[in-house]
């Protein structure tokens, strides 16, 4: 549903503040907070941050787990103007220092066990003036709790502009450094604005976006992602009750989706996967789930055969980047047939409001069937990537066109099929690894020469790191050696699952290493090259 009198994220706990104040917003393990008492924690938070000199655009970074706390920082720090930095908190220390330090964090909400990550680095951290940890206090360092309540409830005058950016997230670097994606308030409710504007055009077929009051969402997909922090804004833009999991759990999902009734979730086909295969699964009642949505990767078919007959439930795939802010197409439930059919191997078709085009290198339009990379216009695109004019300029045009990075093909009736990528990045259990990254990580061993980091097919997670590593001369380098090194440097989910070693690597006349004819022998006899 779309509602005018929202302009900025600010006005969401205002407006159903008003309406439905008793009304759970969230519900997080024992904790369930109204949206009355929601609104009043956020405009504390709000108070809080500009006791501390946060300024509008200032920027704040949180680094914990899923927690109803932390859209109450989101929409807290949105009521006087601050920008919130949700850290990955898988990512290595090296990771979070360049992050921190990129945004210019000046305030930082961060878990008890993830301070043993940034007390080393505060000496490296000229931006970072306050320490607020989440659980409680930390030597000088006040909790969460005593700092939120020793704040005024009174809300603030600030309102802002749409436009404005509200979320930076961060995405890999294909230069070995993340980019900060600036997304705006508008950019988070474009589908449910486009749905009243665009009325006569919108596909019922997106019934799976209509919401009420009695719907209840589970979160469980991590909140550093779009996928969390965009399906909990849209959870509590509807007015709903959101249900916050700590992170993936497949017993506590399992037991969540009985007792809460829930209704509506997104997950990724590896984590349908590990909830299929654990033994509660078949005893649990799914009789209040609407809709299941998946992304990252398509489904397999077998695996969608027993979603279906297990869930009972419509699925829905839905296909975006964190520079759409999530979602740009979706395939409908209608589309997912048991015994397959073509448009099951597509990403689906454009959302209502979204136009679509593939285009060539020079940037020409295509016509249906034919290759090329998949170009994005829609109102939900990011401003920009924070403090990288050329980045944005190379990803998104001036008349607000965006580049996928991704190459397909769109059919007659408007479906679009990934075929491969434009750009170099690996996809696995649905976070993106960029080889770069890898490449940079492993280069600093002593015993390689050179790498090569690829993508190969992998049953559980899509897709799975491989490294092509070329040994210094007289040295016989060990595989599980060098991902130990590895280990180190970078976050765990992007390091190579296998080593394998040659002679050299296979170059063009520049001197550009071949991947494609590296990736050839893991991924013949498949018509793509995406997992």
């Not at 440097?489 to 296979?506: C, H, N, T």
């Amino acid at each position: 549903m779309y509602i005018p009198e929202i302009r900025t994220l600010a006005d969401v706990p205002r407006h159903h503040a008003r309406l439905r104040p008793d009304a759970p917003a969230m519900t997080f393990g024992d904790r369930v907070t109204s949206y009355a008492e929601w609104n009043k924690r956020c405009s504390r938070v709000a108070n809080g941050l500009a006791g501390l000199e946060v300024k509008a655009a200032s920027r704040i970074a949180y680094l914990d787990q899923n927690s109803d706390r932390y859209f109450e920082i989101l929409f807290g720090g949105a009521k006087i103007g601050a920008v919130l930095v949700s850290v990955n908190w898988r990512l290595a220390t090296p990771e979070i220092a360049y992050i921190l330090n990129d945004a210019r964090a000046e305030v930082i909400f961060i878990g008890k066990s993830f301070l043993q990550l940034i007390k080393p680095l505060l000496g490296e951290l000229p931006h970072l003036r306050n320490v607020i940890v989440m659980d409680g206090p930390e030597g000088d360092w006040e909790g969460y709790e005593t700092w939120v309540l020793r704040q005024s409830e009174a809300d603030t005058d600030f309102r802002g502009s749409p436009t404005d950016t509200v979320v930076q997230m961060y995405t890999s670097g294909t230069t070995g450094h993340p980019k900060g994606v600036q997304l705006s308030h508008a950019a988070t409710w474009a589908l449910d604005r486009n749905r009243t504007l665009l009325k006569d055009q919108y596909d019922p077929q997106l019934s799976w976006n209509d919401w009420d009051a009695k719907d209840a969402s589970l979160l469980t997909m991590p909140c550093f992602h779009i996928s969390g922090t965009g399906w909990g804004i849209v959870g509590l833009y509807n007015g709903t009750n959101s249900i916050i999991l700590t992170e993936f759990d497949p017993a506590k999902v399992l037991k969540i989706i009985e007792t809460a009734r829930i209704s509506r979730m997104v997950l990724v086909p590896a984590v349908i996967q590990m909830l299929l295969q654990h033994p509660d699964c078949a005893k649990t009642d799914f009789s209040s789930l609407k809709y299941l949505l998946y992304g990252a990767s398509p489904i397999p078919l077998d695996l969608l055969k027993q979603a279906v007959a297990m869930f009972r439930c419509g699925f829905v795939q839905l296909y975006g980047m964190t520079e759409t802010c999530g979602a740009i197409t979706y395939l409908p439930a209608e589309d997912h047939e048991f015994d397959g059919n073509k448009r099951m191997r597509s990403a689906g078709k454009a959302i209502t409001g979204v136009t679509i085009e593939i285009r060539d290198a020079e940037g020409n339009t295509l016509p249906p069937g034919a290759d090329g990379e998949i170009w994005i216009k829609s109102d939900s695109r990011m401003n920009g990537y924070w403090n990288l004019p050329d980045a944005t300029a190379a990803t998104m045009t001036d008349d607000g066109w965006v580049r996928s990075g991704d190459g397909g093909y769109i059919d007659e009736d408007g479906y679009v099929y990934v075929r491969d990528r434009v750009k170099d990045m690996i996809v696995s259990g649905g976070e993106n690894i960029y080889p770069a990254e890898v490449e940079s990580a492993i280069y600093g061993h002593p015993d390689v020469a050179e790498v090569a980091v690829i993508a190969v097919p992998d049953e559980k997670w899509g897709e799975a790191v491989k490294a092509i590593v070329v040994p210094k001369s007289g040295t016989r380098p060990d595989a599980q050696a060098i991902i130990e090194f590895t280990r180190k440097r970078i976050a765990g989910y992007k390091l190579p699952k296998s080593v394998d070693f040659v002679d050299m690597l296979p170059r063009n006349g520049t001197g550009k290493v071949l991947k494609r004819e590296l990736r050839k022998q893991y991924w013949e006899g498949r018509d793509r090259q995406v997992n």
